[in-house]
């Protein structure tokens, strides 16, 4: 299949253990910022977001941790599976520019899951 | 991929061809996006636009270009001026106009040069 990105950070993890992905963002005014799971091929797929007012959210198996103090973003994923493996990235909302809410896209890790 | 539907998944663009990808939406989404990939890179906009008959530039519109006639229809054409179309490219909507609203991706359009 098509690869989203030939030079990656790629995070190796064992089958039932935990991952970290980090992803540190540019703007200190951003107020929104979201999580996407893309698999080869494929379009970015909704994981998880977090408004700037939080400092943690909690899904199914996802949580993100933002940390405004160091501009940081990161995804846990607990239990991690075999169809976790993907390429993840952050993106975060600019704010109002030019004229409409623009967001700004990290280049992404890829996620192995080792079995 | 949410009710964003993309085609073809696969085009193919001969030198000096202009080529049209389709992006449909049936989330009643007020605003849309198009974005281009390329290996190792963040998603760049390309146009956007926030209602019917309107649309805007973003940052790498050169080459490109856009209509919305149709709330749920947002088709890209890839023109002849476009030097490096080779990437994928994906159609994204939200519901509003307001910021803190989730994008929502389709599953993307491979344009390959012949």
């Not at chain 1, 990656?8 to 799971?37: H, M, R």
């Not at chain 2, 805007?56 to 054409?77: M, W």
Request: net charge positive; with cysteine; aromatic share 12%.
């Amino acid at each position: 299949g098509e690869s989203v990105g030939l030079h990656l950070p790629t995070l190796s993890v064992q089958e039932g253990d935990n991952s970290i992905i980090n992803c540190a963002y540019s703007n200190s005014a951003s107020d929104y910022f979201i999580w996407y799971k893309q698999e080869s091929g494929k379009g970015p797929q909704f994981i998880i977001d977090i408004r700037s007012n939080m400092d943690k959210r909690q899904g199914q198996r996802v949580t993100v941790l933002l940390n405004k103090t160091v501009k940081h973003l990161s995804l846990q994923i607990a239990a991690t599976q075999p169809g976790d493996s993907a390429v993840y990235f952050c993106a975060e909302n600019m704010g109002y520019t030019s004229g409409t809410y623009k967001y700004i896209f990290g280049t992404g890790t890829r996620l192995k899951v080792l079995a | 991929d949410g009710g964003i539907t993309q085609s073809p998944k696969y085009l193919f663009r001969k030198e000096g061809q202009n080529v049209t990808l389709s992006c449909e939406q049936n989330l009643n989404h007020d605003a849309m996006y198009w974005y281009r990939q390329d290996p190792g890179q963040g998603l760049r906009l390309i146009y956007y636009s926030q209602i019917v008959n309107d649309f805007q530039k973003g940052d790498i519109a050169e080459g490109y270009s856009v209509s919305r006639e149709k709330k749920e229809s947002f088709p890209l054409t890839v023109t002849s001026a476009q030097k490096n179309p080779t990437a994928f490219y994906l159609c994204a909507s939200k519901p509003g106009l307001a910021g803190i609203e989730t994008q929502y991706f389709g599953p993307g359009t491979r344009l390959l040069v012949l």
